[in-house]
């Protein structure tokens, strides 16, 4: 009989639904932008395609050589956007038990958290790393920020908070 070792996923089993509603919640907060984003910005209302929206999000890390680089690029860019959608979800998942009031209403809180996250990645983050300020102009609004209060806000406060109902001590 062989000697193997069992390596259990985490040390501690109590661990394994809160990383199981971090991921879910990730994923699902994560494509519902994306998936918005190449709707959208593509068929709905403009001329870009997919690759280029993804290369678009690479162009922060890549500059301009993103948009030259093909599907390479765009596979940075898509890894990007869900980097950058795993760490809001684990923010929110990480204070929901110490704010009491996201525990009120799912779609307020939801909501509150889509307008946060828009805000800091529209108005601070993004203009910080490309190196231009932010401007108003009514229609892209509108378009950036409506899939962040409908979808992304919502999907993460409605997953986090069903795993906070059901394991009241979490964390």
Do not use: C, E
């Amino acid at each position: 009989m062989p000697n193997t070792i069992s390596v259990p996923a985490t040390k501690n089993k109590s661990l394994q639904p809160a990383i199981m509603t971090i991921i879910l919640a990730w994923l699902v907060a994560g494509t519902f932008d994306i998936s918005y984003a190449i709707i959208t910005w593509g068929p709905v209302f403009g001329k870009i395609t997919a690759a280029q929206i993804l290369q678009s999000i690479a162009s922060a890390l890549m500059g301009k050589d993103a948009f030259t680089g093909g599907t390479p690029t765009a596979l940075i860019g898509l890894a990007m956007h869900y980097g950058i959608s795993l760490a809001w979800t684990m923010l929110y998942f990480f204070i929901y038990p110490h704010i009491p009031l996201l525990a009120k209403n799912k779609w307020v809180s939801g909501i509150v958290y889509g307008v946060v996250v828009w805000g800091m990645m529209t108005i601070v983050i993004v203009p910080l790393v490309m190196g231009r300020a932010w401007t108003y102009n009514t229609a892209p609004f509108l378009k950036s920020i409506a899939p962040m209060i409908l979808l992304f806000g919502p999907s993460i406060a409605f997953i986090t908070g069903k795993y906070f109902a059901r394991t009241p001590k979490a964390l």
